[in-house]
């Protein structure tokens, strides 16, 4: 029994590692000089710098679309001018996969609103939670189903169902 507490703990804690790590992020408003370089952030731009975005190229950027909104992490800024390495695309060789990007430069007079890219707490705490409750029920109905008298050959598979979602008749 002990190995299976063990088991178990060990469970939650891969699945809230799992979580964390899966990405539970949101965008909260910054200010542009408080952003750390190497962040990821969301860049909202005025009308002239999607312009001259389009003009250096922009139909390589996908997410620019009509939008003036531009996703990547921030590689370079000064008082005058900040670049941002931008996903563009995804290379594939075999199992591994490597994000392709274009590095873009553009004055800040062109930035309406920075957001800064973080863990969100609350959403974290609500999927392992999430996760662990599941879990915790399909190791709850597997030690029921083993100490269940009877566990010959020939029982009936219908004691083994669990219902998950039942749905009255009419």
Known sequence: MRALST???NALILCGATTFASGCYTYVPATFSTVPTGESVRVYLTQSGVDRLRQMGGEAMPELGSRPVLTGKLVRRDATDFSLQIPVGSRQSGFMRSELGQQ????VSD?????WRQVSG?????ATAG?????AAVVVTALKGARAPGGSAGSDPDNLRMPLLSIPPR
């Open 7 to 9: 088991r178990l703990g």
């Open 104 to 107: 873009i430069t553009l004055p």
């Open 111 to 115: 930035l309406v609103q920075v957001e």
């Open 122 to 126: 609350t959403r974290s705490a609500l």
């Open 131 to 135: 996760v662990s409750v599941v879990l």
